[in-house]
């Protein structure tokens, strides 16, 4: 495919070389009648021919020399190319602009030296100034960028704070794109309707499929937990104060759920909200922003101190000896040293230590003495 284009590439060079050769030969006919050498040729070819036979001569010049021509140009741009390759694209993009910016000086410049309209050298001069300021522009640039970079984002960083003042911030807000876990969950519905989670929110239709296969599947338990994430998206819906979009997507080169919401994620630049451990952590190694329920849940606990008196039920024995186990109502669990001798009653007790896991919070404690 590539010698193919190469191919074409060289045959419309060949025939532009050979229209530029007729274009040469034009210009040699305007000036042809005054050259006195040139004028037995009149003797040979009727004067009629002459311009015909010309441009024939010189197309044909230059449809050979087209050959070498684009050889030439061919190891040109591969030089180029050898040399930019290692160059960084910004200072690449920088030298172009500094050429750009060197040319249009240079017009300015040379203005004043056309009107001089000295033959030859007007144009000479022009030339020279185009190179020097060309080559001045780019050298300058490259060597002056970061200055220019810094003064730029300033510049821009004004602007926007003017616009900011005076339309007020209309920052975009990444959408909140709800995963199969959270909808089940249901605590997302509350979170929702206090206002913790912005509009917009986003369930793709993946997630959809997933959650109606469940609310469909033969087991009891998961039949149970797909109609109660239905029931958490209706009664969204239904409240009216949250829009939630459904997204039409579908990615047939992948075939886990978790896989498409990464993708979704990444494409719309939008934020998972999961109660799923595992897809948190994967989202977090490819720079996708997760909020985790369970991570909400933890925060929004109680924070107790060592010396700190709660009062505990022990509900049951712990799984060492004598311990006893109880729980606050966001469900901590309260390790009770000896605390098997209170099982069914309600103790004060000391907090002594605590633990943090993945899984949420625990507390140590023993009875008031």
Partial sequence: ????SDRIVYVIFRLLFTLLGVAVGRMVLIFLPDLDALTSIHRWIPERYLPILVLIIFAIIFFILGKYAFVSLKQLISLIESDMKDLPAGDILWGFVGLVLGIFVAFLVSIPVYRLNIPYISSFISLLIYAVLGILG???MLTKREEFAAGLRGFFAQGRGEWRGRLGDKRTVPAKILDTSVIIDGRIVDIIELGFIEEPIVVPTFVL???QGIADSSNAMSRTKGRKGLDSLKSLQDEGKHKITIVEKAYDDLHEVDDMLLRFAKESKGVIVTNDFN????AEVQGIEVLNINALANAMKPVF???ERINVFVVKPGSQDKQGLGYLDD?????VENGIDYLGE???CVVTSMLQTSAGKMIFAKPVE
């Fill in 1 to 4: 495919m590539r010698i193919r």
């Fill in 138 to 140: 780019i050298r300058v």
């Fill in 209 to 211: 499929t997933e959650l």
């Fill in 279 to 282: 897809l948190n952590k994967v």
């Fill in 305 to 307: 101190v060592n010396g």
């Fill in 331 to 335: 469900g901590t669990m309260i390790v």
């Fill in 346 to 348: 309600a103790i004060d």
